[in-house]
């Protein structure tokens, strides 16, 4: 059996260990080719610092190549059929593809080089996960970018403590990121860096989710068409501040992580399992939080939208500007949703439309602006046109009425 190559899945990633060639044929045979960003080749990554010890150094004599897995291409490799392996949470399989048979297959499955050597499959494990957290790193700084949402200025906006604290611990962050690539691995000076940073970054996370949850409550408490449309643009600016501040919190604890996983690598490899799992589950832990607090904020944004949707007729501007903040506020969440990997389920098919409708016009660039307020002032004149016909009418209505009042009164008064 030639052209074999190694499959090893954690779930969010899959490495690929085998002929460079082969590989990205086995990537555009099975639809794995991702369409983001470039998978990471990982000769440099399994070559430097604690590593070496765990990875082993037949990685080097080949190509290797991690990507991260969407929902889609992670079930193509669940159809792969990965078996479990000794390592938790962690599928491996050899696969093959003989001569002229074009579908690949399982090769011995259950064994491959990784196996035989359960601290070396642990040892990819680990840098599997830094890989995911670096990656989902990288598309923060997308994110904050596209958004032009400028962390470090809403930050030092802010009089709390908590808040200023982390401009400190960003600096800190990125100055131990920096000796980790120089030196390759976390010394214990190193690690001593940023051992106290996680809580600071924990209590400017709550603090931001406190932040949202005032925002919705700040909506509930509005009736009026006029207040709510007032409320709904200062929640659409803030929100999207508050959002920003807890996509950079993220970002920052996955990199704690990375340098977490990386000291564990050089000093107590036996551990890696065990923090590895322990650091998925803390994730996961933050992404419920973040999920609970964004969907309230959402459900308050729709319930908003219906109100002045149904009283259009009589609010025909601030009818439109309260849908179009919601609109917005709603794209921000769900963003940072998909950024985040945080599936939401909430979203009424009323809700979807309009979300689908704004992203469109987001997606216009500069164009996004201009048709959101085309679309609301032509809702709006389009309403008052209705208004005023509906008015013109009872008008006619009236002083029809009152000349015939009138023709009866004067036909009684010649009757008498």
């Known amino acids: 059996m030639d052209n074999e190559i190694e499959l090893i899945s954690d779930g969010d990633g899959l490495t690929l260990i085998g002929n460079e ?8 045979s099975e639809g794995l080719s991702p369409k983001g960003r470039e998978p990471k080749r990982l000769k440099s990554v399994f070559g430097t610092g604690a590593a070496v010890a765990q990875a082993g150094s037949d990685v080097s004599a080949n190509s290797s190549l991690w990507l991260k897995l969407t929902k889609e291409s992670a079930q193509r490799v669940k159809d792969l059929g990965l078996m479990e392996s000794k390592t938790p949470g962690i599928s491996h399989a050899m696969i093959g593809k003989p001569g002229s048979i074009e579908k690949w297959l399982q090769v011995e499955k259950g064994a491959g080089s990784f196996l035989t050597n359960p601290a070396r499959l642990s040892g990819a494990a680990g840098i599997m996960a830094q890989l995911a957290m670096q990656q989902t790193m990288d598309e923060i700084t997308d994110y904050l ?26 600096f800190m962050i990125e100055e131990v990121m920096t000796i980790r690539e120089q030196v390759g691995r976390v010394s214990d000076i190193t690690w001593s860096k940023v051992q106290a940073l996680p809580t600071t970054i924990a209590d400017t996370q709550v603090y931001a989710l406190r932040q949202l949850d005032a925002l919705a409550e700040k909506m509930e408490s509005k009736t009026k068409i006029g207040d709510l449309a007032t409320t709904a643009k200062e929640v659409e600016s803030k929100a999207r501040e508050w959002l920003a501040v807890l996509a950079r919190c993220f970002q920052l604890q996955d990199a704690i992580g990375v340098v977490e996983l990386e000291r564990v ?4 490899p036996h551990e890696l399992d065990q923090h590895r799992l322990g650091l998925r589950a803390a994730r996961q832990n933050r992404l419920n939080l973040i999920s609970r607090s ?15 949707n149904a009283k259009v007729l009589l609010h025909p501007t601030q009818s439109p500007a309260v849908v179009q903040s ?12 998909g950024l985040l990997g945080i599936e939401s389920g909430s979203q ?8 689908e409708a704004a992203t469109d016009a987001r997606d216009k660039a500069l164009e996004t602006g201009a048709k959101g307020v085309e ?16 008015k013109g009418k009872l008008s006619r209505g009236i002083a029809e ?15 008498g």
């Open 21 to 28: 060639t082969d590989i990205e044929r086995f990537l555009v």
């Open 348 to 355: 009424s098919s009323e809700t979807r439309r309009w979300v």
């Open 326 to 337: 919601s609109n917005h506020v709603v794209i921000g969440v769900r963003d940072i949703h």
């Open 265 to 268: 690598l050089d000093a107590t």
């Open 145 to 170: 970018a596209k958004i032009d949402e400028k962390v470090d200025d809403v930050l030092r906006a802010q009089k709390d403590a908590v808040l200023s604290r982390m401009i400190g611990v960003d």
């Open 375 to 390: 679309v609301a002032r032509n809702l709006g004149n389009e309403t008052l046109d209705k208004a005023n016909s509906v």
């Open 401 to 415: 009425r009152a000349r015939r009042w009138r023709g009866d009164e004067e036909e009684r008064g010649e009757e």
């Open 294 to 308: 964004t969907e309230r904020l959402v459900a308050r944004m729709n319930a908003a939208a219906g109100m002045a």
